[in-house]
């Protein structure tokens, strides 16, 4: 019986002495970090085209020219109304920087009018029926978000008028002018889809000073003869919104 108990005591001693060496000798475990998850951001970059719609408001200020008076002030009016059109063109981002060159033109239908300060008998009237917009832009992304300012030249076209003020009647030929300016704006847009992005304008345009002459068409005067001649500026606000589909990656990745 001590004899079996003795072996039994040894074979469980060396059984336990071998576990320690048995791992020891197993072969070292490697461990390897997962590769850095890749962040997709929206990349501006690219040809677009788009169509935009909203608001407008040309603020029209007469006074006349004739030498026989000192320039009498015949007061300002705001033609008001809608606009539709199109923009094309093309963005590069750097960064978080993204820059850019548009060109828009636009239908619109802003009238408006105003009894003459210095004869209320005569109504001055006016529309502006279409404008573009050329300009550069920069802007500055977060993801695909992007807020932009913009600058460059503006043409309008616009067309003026005398009414007798009691009627109605016209009194003289309509005054057809094209004018260039320049314009100013700001605009936040997002890209709400891959390519596909809608933003918010407001603009803001610069026409300066034009002169025009307004001839008789006989209902009160010979026609054919000049009936006034009126030195007019113009400015002229827009809010419009947009939507744009580009060509282009939308995304790019980034760890």
């Known amino acids: 019986m001590n004899k079996l108990l003795i072996g039994v005591v040894g074979a469980l001693a060396i059984g336990l002495g071998a576990v320690p060496a048995t791992a020891a000798d197993l072969a070292p475990r490697h461990y390897t970090k997962a590769p850095p998850m890749m962040a997709a951001i929206y990349d501006w970059s690219g040809f677009y085209i788009g169509a935009n719609g909203g608001w407008g408001s040309s603020r029209n200020c007469l006074t006349l020219t004739d030498p026989i008076v000192a320039s009498p002030n015949e007061g300002c009016h705001d033609a008001t109304g809608g606009t539709v059109g199109g923009q094309i063109g093309y963005r590069w981002q750097s960064n978080n920087w993204v820059f850019g060159l548009e060109a828009q033109g636009n239908w619109a239908d802003l009238n408006g009018r105003n009894a003459s300060l210095f004869n209320p008998l005569v109504t001055n009237t006016s529309r502006l029926d279409a404008f573009g917009l050329f300009t550069g832009q920069i802007g500055y992304a977060w ?15 616009n067309r003026y008028g005398r009414l007798d003020t009691a009627t109605g009647t016209q009194l003289t030929d309509n005054v057809n002018n094209t004018r260039w300016g320049g314009v100013v704006g700001v605009g936040l847009e997002y890209g709400f889809a891959p390519n596909w992005s809608l933003g918010f304008e407001y603009d803001h345009i610069f026409m300066g000073n034009s002169n025009h002459n307004f001839i008789n068409n006989g209902v009160a005067g ?33 760890y």
């Open 143 to 157: 993801d695909a978000t992007l807020l932009y300012v913009k600058g460059g030249a503006a043409v309008t076209s």
């Open 222 to 254: 010979v026609p054919g003869t000049l009936f006034a001649t009126d030195k007019t500026s113009q400015d002229v606000d827009l809010v419009t919104a947009r939507i744009n589909y580009r060509w282009g990656g939308p995304a790019v990745a980034r």
